[in-house]
């Protein structure tokens, strides 16, 4: 048999789409040709499969080689098809059984011993190898990061001599029996150690409970920072497909295999972050910060001293939930449905308004300082709250804090309601979903319309105004938005020109 037929996967952002790696012998003179639009670290396989092979104690075939990687339009780099090359040279030179490949995909990057070394991406390539009914044959290393994805039938292999004996039937292999990834989820700090701060805790409580972006403004030191690294302990665990979405981003941007179960993000840039880095890019598209942060939360400090068209990128995947990354061959869709937390002083000192008198800014700097907040970035926070200055006390108040445990139960409870109602977080309701659940008696409707008119407030605030009442009323317990719902909802929007 000169030819083979081999299957593999490819690395697209989060995806793995498939890729038929053909192999042809034909005489003439010894040569080796690959195509497909391979990157350099895939035309350079040519010469690590041939020292695996040799070494491991295979022959070489001395024909022309023509090895295809297909479909040709598809961008192809990373060694983690130096494995499919090598099992169709072998396959097709008649070394290996060909029709024993049929229903595997391999990944893996060959050392010159023949030993197989980790690539990257491969929980994205095991969901898709289950979805197409295959057995994916991973390096060892990647093994359990493959066995995430339940009902897929994993090879583990350390060596090109262990696969070549499997598919000979001298040395079978049996399934990857996997321990499962250990759980070491890092302890979050505990609500109860923020003294007072009682808006601030039910903002948070409320941005918890419903998925809500949320902006906290203040002067420095009174706790901004304090308040947002507890949120995560707040939200709920991730649930299974969650967990996986999460996984499969963190095996497409770490260098190496997956050690634990991950748990909700909480990602923290530095003001001084590009806009690729928040968002993703590259001339080989990588994802960014935001999503690194989905399903869980990013925190932007010190919101006003980011690059205004950094922050400006936002506004899309806000909305959407995602990212798309758009170069002159590749166009790569990243998901980046996360929760935005951020920071921010009233004024550049950070004083304004203090009772001491302490702020030295002018109106103009203070207007540039605030003007590097578009209105539709600051429309798409839910929450706007002042973090005023507490009295200053070492000890710890003799009331009872609440801890983050009796929050998280709450919050459990009111997203277990939003889930049973409508399928997702009250932040996520679209438009059609916003009438059908929540809608508003008469006299309620034409209050908040008069309020929002007052405010100044657009259409999309409004809207979003009605998500967080709804999030209060669940809170709550009540099937129905009440006016004090409302009115509280109205409380966390600025006016214009607030």
Known sequence: MSLAIIH??????????AVTVEAHLANGLPSLTLVGLPETSVKESKDRVRSAILNAGFDFPARRITLNLAPADLPKDGGRFDLAIALGILAASGQLPGEALD??????ELALSGALRPVQGVLPAALAARASGRTL????????????????????????????????????????????????????????????????????????????????????GTGKTLLASRL??????????????????????????LEAWPQRPFRTPHHSASGPALVGGGSRPQP?????????????????????????????????GHIVIARARDRVRFPARFQLVAAMNPCPCG???????????????????????SGPLLDRIDLHITVARETTSLEASGEPAQTSASVAARVAAARQRQLARQGCTNAALDLPGLRQHCPLRTADR????????????????????????????????????????????LQYRPGLGA
């Open 446 to 489: 034409h209050w908040l319309e008069q309020a929002c008119e007052r405010l100044g407030l657009s259409l999309r605030a409004t809207h979003r105004l009605l998500k967080v009442a709804r999030t209060l009323a669940d809170l709550d317990e009540q099937e129905t938005i009440a006016r004090p719902h409302l009115a509280e909802a």
């Open 288 to 320: 960014g910060e935001i999503t690194l942060a989905h399903h869980g939360v990013l925190f932007l400090d010190e919101l006003p001293e980011f690059d205004r068209k950094v922050l400006e990128v936002l506004r899309e995947p806000l909305e959407t």
């Open 137 to 220: 044959v991973v390096p060892r290393a990647n093994a359990e990061e493959a066995s995430l994805a339940s009902g897929l039938k994993v090879l583990a292999v350390d060596h090109l001599l262990e696969l070549a004996g499997h598919l000979n039937g001298s040395a079978p292999l049996a399934a990857y029996q996997a321990r499962g990834l250990p759980q070491q989820p890092t302890p979050y700090p505990d609500l109860a150690e923020v003294q007072g701060q009682l808006a601030a805790k039910r903002a948070l409580l409320v941005a918890a409970a419903g998925a809500h972006n949320l902006l906290l403004s203040g002067p420095p």
């Open 8 to 17: 593999s996967r490819a690395l697209v952002g989060v995806e793995a789409p």
């Open 232 to 257: 995560p302990g707040l939200l709920p665990p991730l649930t299974e497909a969650e967990a996986l979405e999460v996984a499969a981003i963190h095996s497409v941007a770490s260098q190496t295999p």
């Open 351 to 373: 004083y304004l308004h203090d009772p001491g008198g302490r702020c030295r800014c002018t109106p103009e700097q203070v207007q540039r300082y605030r003007a590097k907040l």
């Open 103 to 108: 229903d595997l995909e391999c990944l893996g």
